[in-house]
């Protein structure tokens, strides 16, 4: 027989955790479905150096500090895999890993969700997959033809894997500015971006970041004139390494290229520089493939929402994607008010007349 529950959570990284934890204080029903072997999220492949914009007490999901990193302001990559571990733990959230889900159809009064290892009906989904499934390449002219490696911000691991080589780092966002000053000092890196980047303020880290996007988020839906969001304030966070290749001189940009060659690449006007890799650091795209069968996605490829939940499927919240499913939602600090409030819209829901 199919299992029914009230609720089906789709992911089980920072986003999928904090819904769980709402809805187990709000007893609702619900198991969560996630593609991992194991917890952690997306956490578990990010590269090694990568560390978080904000100190552990402003990096926490709801009801649970992250514990701090003695000595070290800002906590690893694999501090926040054994938080959102011992977090499924602590609340025993109904996390089942190593599950794929391949579609969430509508099936009368509940949404069904096909996975690799059966089906679930639910009368409420949220989807927390995120977006690090579903990396970004842009059409530059001439990428196939590169006879270098090639590889994006989600295969980048440590700079030792380029010890004099010569690398051309694409994107001029957080995670190229990271990976090019991991790479200074073990490649010949080249930082390629489309604008001159904007460094943030050295005093400014995530905490800053969350508030700006919450007000920029609260005067939207008051109606008023948008304040202007975080790239009012720069793109590029100045965490310590960052920081350090910049004062040195081992963090300097140069215009995009215009084309890939086999050798390597080329700027407007026939100058060139040779390459043995290519590393795009050109972001991310929401994973929604799941929720193709439900046709919801716009033209642009998102899913029109109020608040968390789709305007055209009411029993679909959409949870972690970025700031139109919450401000700051796809951060730590951030995803827990969307959550919070997507759980309670849900249960007053599933839970009408069952009590």
């Known amino acids: 027989m199919t299992p029914q529950t009230q609720v089906v959570v789709i992911g089980g990284g920072q986003s999928g955790l904090a819904a769980g934890y709402h809805l187990r204080r709000l007893g609702v029903d619900f198991t ?3 593609a991992g072997t194991a917890p952690g999220g997306a956490w578990q492949h990010v590269w090694d150096s990568l560390r978080l914009f904000s100190p552990a007490a402003f990096s926490s999901l709801p009801g649970r500090l992250m514990p701090p990193v003695p000595g070290e302001p800002y906590p690893d990559a694999r501090h926040v895999v054994d ?3 011992d977090y499924e733990k602590r609340y ?17 009064p509940l949404l069904r969700v096909e996975t690799d290892s059966g089906a679930w009906r639910a009368r409420a989904v949220i989807s927390a997959t995120g977006n690090w499934s579903r990396p970004f390449l842009p059409s530059v002219p001439g990428r196939a033809s590169f006879r270098g490696e090639q590889l994006h911000t989600a295969g980048y691991r440590r700079p030792e894997d380029f010890t004099g080589k010569r690398v051309i780092v694409v994107g001029g966002g957080n995670s190229g500015a990271q990976i090019a000053a991991d790479l200074a000092g073990h490649a010949d890196v080249t930082w390629a971006t489309r604008r001159p980047p904007r460094f943030l303020p050295d005093d400014v880290d995530g905490r800053v970041l969350f508030d700006v996007a919450t007000a920029r988020r609260t005067a939207l839906d008051a109606g008023r004139t948008d304040p202007g969001g975080v790239a009012s304030l720069g793109d590029v966070v100045a965490v310590p390494a960052v920081r350090h290749a910049k004062d040195h001189g081992l963090l300097t940009a140069t215009p995009m290229f215009a084309r890939l060659n086999a050798d390597g690449v080329e700027w407007p006007g026939g100058t060139r520089a040779a390459a043995d890799t290519v590393v795009w650091c050109t972001g991310f795209r929401p994973a929604l493939a799941h929720l193709a069968p439900l046709g919801l996605r716009g033209p642009r490829g998102r899913i029109a929402t109020s608040g968390t939940r789709a305007a055209d499927e009411p029993r679909l919240h959409l949870l972690g994607y970025g700031d139109w499913t919450g401000p700051a939602s796809a951060t730590l600090i951030g995803v827990g008010r969307p959550a919070r409030d997507a759980a309670r819209e849900i249960a007053a829901v599933v839970t009408r007349g069952t009590r």
Do not use: I, N
């Open 92 to 108: 025993a959230l109904p996390v089942q890993h190593g599950v794929q889900v391949r579609g969430v159809h509508r099936d009368g």
């Open 32 to 34: 969560v479905l996630d």
């Open 83 to 85: 938080y959102l571990s």
